[in-house]
């Protein structure tokens, strides 16, 4: 199995493996078909799964699984990371939200009671949901590691995810606050590879970035927002999925001056959409994926971002990652 050309999905319809051909994609296999898989996350020949009832692992590419005998007393996982730097290292974000973290690759689990006890004194919640918010997303740079609640605002960990606090530039309060403060709302987070210190942060109040670690916050797109791209090698050019409200008016815009101007980055498609937007965004080699609120995917190079779809077979995709052993 070449894993440099391989992605994992997850699906509303379980996990599968996806192998890169030419400039499309063929079906390797799939699994967990009983299962509504939320999110993945990959390091070597480590896949981990989420689902709506706790995590899955796999230690061969995702053709079997095992749930862990300490997985999360939790049924719903939100998103996963495998730290990128760290062997058997990772974390898992929930609804309610709460983080846990692993470091014998997703055998056994520790919850976090700083997490707790934030999200009962903010209110956290969830408009769609009776659960206390969620943790949908993470970023992580050495020992560095942020995380992304919704309706709670910006965590951060400087020792490896084994404790958490809010930044200084978010109160865990579910009211908005106007910049140099984050909206509490925040969808998914993004780190620079040049620095730790460099976040940013798609929200429901729009798109905003620090460049102090999460003390301060400017806010550079008013929309709503749940994804972004930034370029690995020039962060002043990021690839956005704005919309008007939620799946409302989505589109794909792109900046190559850190923001202070957008331009249209959706050539090929027919946007904006009446009922949709981009959730994720996704790296894989040289092209970029774009998955949508409808579960389909699509495809382009960062740079010139003419888009077309792929995966013509999958409508019902979450989360993606590259598999790289």
């Given at each position: 199995?070449?894993g440099?050309?391989?992605?994992?999905?997850?699906?509303?319809?379980?996990?599968?493996a996806?192998?890169?051909?030419?400039?499309?994609?063929?079906?390797?296999?799939?699994?967990?078909?009983a299962?509504?898989?939320?999110?993945?996350?990959?390091?070597?020949?480590?896949?981990l799964v989420?689902?709506?009832?706790?995590?899955?692992?796999?230690?061969?590419?995702?053709?079997?699984?095992?749930?862990?005998?300490?997985s999360?007393?939790?049924?719903?996982?939100?998103?996963?990371?495998?730290?990128?730097e760290?062997?058997?290292?990772?974390?898992?974000?929930?609804?309610?939200?709460?983080?846990?973290?692993t470091?014998?690759?997703?055998?056994?689990?520790?919850?976090?009671p700083?997490?707790?006890?934030?999200?009962?004194?903010?209110?956290?919640?969830?408009?769609?949901?009776?659960?206390?918010?969620?943790?949908?997303?993470?970023?992580?740079?050495?020992?560095?590691?942020?995380?992304?609640?919704?309706?709670?605002?910006?965590?951060?960990?400087?020792?490896?995810g084994t404790?958490?606090?809010?930044?200084?530039?978010?109160?865990?309060?579910?009211?908005?606050d106007?910049?140099?403060?984050?909206?509490?709302?925040?969808?998914s987070?993004t780190?620079?590879?040049?620095?730790?210190d460099?976040v940013?942060?798609?929200?429901?109040g729009?798109?905003?970035?620090s460049?102090?670690?999460?003390?301060?916050?400017?806010?550079l797109?008013?929309?709503y927002?749940?994804?972004?791209?930034?370029?690995?090698?020039?962060?002043?050019y990021?690839v956005?999925?704005p919309?008007?409200?939620?799946?409302?008016?989505?589109r794909?815009?792109?900046?190559?001056?850190?923001?202070?101007?957008w331009?249209?980055g959706?050539?090929?498609?027919?946007?904006?959409w009446?009922?949709?937007?981009?959730?994720?965004?996704?790296?894989?080699?040289?092209?970029?994926?774009a998955?949508?609120?409808?579960?389909?995917?699509?495809?382009?190079d960062?740079?010139?971002?003419?888009?077309?779809?792929?995966?013509?077979?999958?409508?019902?995709?979450?989360?993606?990652?590259?598999?790289?052993?």
């Open positions: 199995m070449k440099e050309n391989m992605i994992a999905l997850a699906t509303s319809d379980g996990f599968k996806y192998r890169r051909n030419g400039d499309g994609w063929e079906l390797v296999h799939e699994t967990l078909s299962e509504h898989a939320t999110c993945v996350s990959a390091r070597g020949k480590l896949i989420g689902t709506h009832d706790g995590v899955r692992r796999s230690e061969d590419g995702g053709r079997t699984w095992e749930e862990p005998a300490g999360p007393n939790i049924t719903h996982m939100r998103w996963l990371l495998c730290h990128p760290v062997d058997r290292l990772a974390v898992a974000g929930t609804e309610p939200a709460n983080i846990y973290r470091e014998d690759a997703g055998r056994t689990w520790t919850g976090n700083e997490v707790v006890k934030l999200r009962n004194e903010g209110g956290w919640y969830l408009p769609y949901s009776p659960e206390a918010g969620c943790v949908r997303g993470f970023a992580a740079h050495g020992s560095r590691l942020y995380a992304a609640v919704e309706q709670g605002g910006m965590l951060r960990s400087d020792d490896k404790s958490w606090r809010l930044v200084e530039g978010s109160t865990g309060d579910t009211e908005s106007p910049p140099p403060m984050i909206h509490p709302d925040v969808h987070v780190l620079h590879p040049d620095s730790a460099l940013s942060a798609p929200t429901g729009g798109f905003y970035r460049a102090d670690g999460g003390a301060t916050w400017e806010l797109y008013r929309c927002v749940r994804a972004v791209w930034v370029d690995p090698e020039d962060s002043d990021m956005l999925g919309a008007d409200g939620v799946q409302s008016n989505g794909i815009e792109v900046t190559v001056d850190a923001g202070r101007t331009q249209r959706s050539d090929g498609l027919s946007t904006p009446s009922r949709n937007m981009v959730d994720r965004f996704v790296q894989v080699e040289d092209r970029l994926l998955i949508l609120a409808n579960g389909t995917v699509l495809q382009a960062p740079h010139e971002l003419n888009w077309r779809r792929i995966l013509p077979d999958e409508s019902n995709v979450k989360a993606i990652t590259w598999i790289r052993e």
